[in-house]
């Protein structure tokens, strides 16, 4: 079999209801209402890397603060007294989480959407880099607390150039509409989102002889991306279920 075949039938495998319940995509699964989707995914994408069974209890821990209501307690959060406690993961402080949410509330209380952050920066260049630059750099411009540098792991800076997986991912959530993406955003298509690279993807993908770079950075996120569409150019990044079946089923 050709590998667009192999992928194909990856896809079908696990691009199903049944991949939700182990992914982090499951948090935003658990909200009707569009603004705690948005931010239970902003937030679940933030702590989605080391061990998936450590993030999800940490992020599971987060929503049990937030009494599993994010948008009226990002509305309503009292950053003086806040309850905010044990959600340290890795890298970042509980003062990180903070300083993020403290921006959300800015956000949200300008009757502001995280949606209409993303449109906002997207429009202005019709480029995803750049639109994630703009995103960033508002949580940037927001920073009035003591954080450390595990906020700017949680928020990477597009500028440096790394592969941006988290950021990527969120987008592939939103944009795309499946029976696990939930294709709430509107105002980008999806061929114009770009793979989710971690090293997992980066080793798969090499062994498939897709990827041909050695870094897992921007241009490698670019080449795999161009590579998959290729396969298909109207939704390239589907093919991060098939890659992600692949290595379940070889055990990569």
Known sequence: MMIKEILDEYIKKYETAEFIKDDPIQFIHKFQDKKDAEIAGFIASLFAYGKREVFINKVNHIFTLMNNKPYEFIKSFDFQNNCIENCSYRFSKDCDLIQILKTLNKLYSENETLESLFKYNYERKKEVWDMFQGVVDYFYSGIDMEITKGFYHLLPNPA????????????????????????????????????????????????????????????????????????????????????????????I
């Open 160 to 251: 440096k150039k790394s592969a941006l997986k988290r950021l990527n991912m969120l987008l592939r959530w939103f944009i795309r509409k499946s029976a696990v993406d939930i294709g709430i955003w509107k105002f980008i298509p999806k061929s114009e989102l770009l793979i989710p690279l971690d090293t997992h993807v980066a080793k798969i993908s090499r062994k498939l002889g897709l990827l041909k770079r050695n870094d897992n950075g921007y241009e490698s996120v670019i080449e795999l991306t161009n590579k998959l569409k290729e396969f298909d150019n109207e939704d390239p990044v589907k093919y991060d279920f098939a890659l992600f079946g692949y290595g379940v089923n070889n055990k």
